[in-house]
């Protein structure tokens, strides 16, 4: 397949960008520019683009055995060989809790991740790992103390309590028990809520996290959007500040999971980049075989909203990554059906992974061509480590299958070929 080869002459890039301000060294005309330097809350666009377009989904990577959100995780160490080995730079969804927060009362939980975190650094002190904090809290953060510069932070008076989850929950009742009875979807506008994902945030930023995705962003503002996002406001810019003085780097990228292409406060972007399923539509005629297409349901390819960014630079529309989502199997499946999202019955990474291995890759390939071409704002983030529903291995793993990973899917060196062109 010909690729798209994104080289832009500076007139045409500054249309697109829609500022005759952005800096030179913010234009990216090809490889050889790229630049991983990030500092003082500070991360420029060739910079950010540099990272996502090296962006691989790894979830759990660096959780350990006895913290698993999602079932167990074998043959980590050839996944350390093969994230090296294909130069991945952003690590997404590398640790996480949903539904998990009393892993934050085991120190263990937090060291192991960091070890694995130095251990990779050792080698490529630019990879990024990413954090993530999801829409759901539950009875369970009542076990989890608040520590005292938890309340420092937000000026309150210090005092020994646990968090409380009754105080993170809609007034009106909107999302209470969404996820079951004892377990919601938290009210960003109650400063309980903002206080619990601080305290999540730092800790992880505090072992060497530098990018943390905050899940379905607009879920949780429930009464915030109504308030011009205030909250939403008030925790990013407290995750910023704090990452200057804590982060390795002083800088921290935050995105979310927004079908609405962003959130934008007074002409500015309230988070660095946006992230959102990848939207396959299936080829009715034939069978199992998808392609991308723009306006399709609610995919986000030409969406995203524009601004000033965090770091202070403009664009016309927001920088994105789209992935291999997991929500699970149909009532349909290997059925067509172009009115739901799930991909011929299947969610978008399930799909992908029951696919023939020659087939995956030609449709890695194209993916990551298509997105390129039909807007250059866009990135895939390669399928690494991901949930998948119904298999006899509960993940997808991109490895080169062999005795150090017997349930590799065999993409691994297709990644490195898409990313070494």
């Not at 060294?25 to 950010?48: A, F, K």
């Not at 899940?215 to 429930?222: F, T």
């Not at 119904?390 to 070929?417: Q, S």
């Amino acid at each position: 397949m010909k690729r798209f080869v994104f080289i832009l002459p500076l007139c045409l890039f500054l249309f697109m960008c829609g500022n005759d301000k952005i800096p030179q060294d913010d234009i990216v005309c090809g490889p050889e520019e790229r630049s991983y330097e990030m500092n003082n809350g500070i991360i420029s666009r060739n910079v950010l683009e540099s990272y996502l377009s090296r962006s691989i989904t790894q979830a759990e990577f660096l959780t350990s055995e006895g913290f698993y959100n999602d079932g167990i995780y074998r043959y980590k160490e050839d996944d350390i060989r093969m994230l090296k080995n294909i130069g991945a730079k952003f690590i997404g969804r590398s640790i996480y809790s949903w539904d998990t927060p009393q892993n934050f009362n085991n120190p263990a939980f937090l060291a192991n991740a960091e070890r694995i975190i130095r251990e990779m650094h050792r080698d490529d002190p630019d990879i990024i790992f990413q954090a993530a904090i999801f829409e759901i809290v539950s009875t369970k953060v009542n076990s989890v103390a608040v520590p005292a510069w938890v309340f420092e932070e937000f000026g309150l008076a210090v005092e020994e309590r646990n968090f409380s989850y009754a105080d993170m929950l809609n007034p009106n009742g909107q999302f209470v028990d969404h996820w079951g009875s004892g377990a919601s979807v938290p009210d960003i506008s109650r400063l309980e809520t903002r206080m619990f994902f601080y305290f999540m945030a730092r800790e992880y930023m505090e072992i060497g996290i530098e990018a943390i995705h905050f899940g379905q962003v607009e879920l949780m503002a429930m009464t915030d959007k109504d308030n011009n996002y205030a909250a939403w406001d008030d925790l990013l810019t407290r995750v910023r500040e704090t990452a200057m003085d804590i982060a390795r780097r002083g800088t921290v990228l935050c995105d979310g999971h927004l079908p609405s292409g962003g959130i934008v406060v007074n002409g500015k972007l309230l988070f660095d980049f946006v992230s959102f399923p990848m939207r396959p539509k299936e080829i009715c005629q034939y069978p199992q075989k998808a392609e991308l297409k723009k306006y399709y349901l609610d995919a986000i390819y030409g969406r995203t909203k524009g601004g000033t960014t965090p770091s202070g630079w403009h664009c016309e529309h927001s920088l994105y990554l789209v992935e291999f989502d997991n929500f699970g199997i149909s009532d349909h499946p290997g059925s067509c059906n172009l009115a739901d999202h799930f991909v011929w019955g299947y969610d978008e990474i399930t799909w992908f992974s029951l696919q023939p291995e020659a087939y995956r890759k030609e449709f890695l390939e194209y993916a990551h061509d298509w997105v390129r071409k039909i807007d250059p704002n866009g990135y895939l983030q390669m399928p690494g480590s991901r949930v998948i529903t119904g298999a006899a291995t509960n993940r997808f793993r991109a490895n080169t299958k062999g005795p150090l990973c017997p349930e590799g899917k065999n993409v691994e060196e297709t990644i490195k070929m898409i990313w070494s062109k």
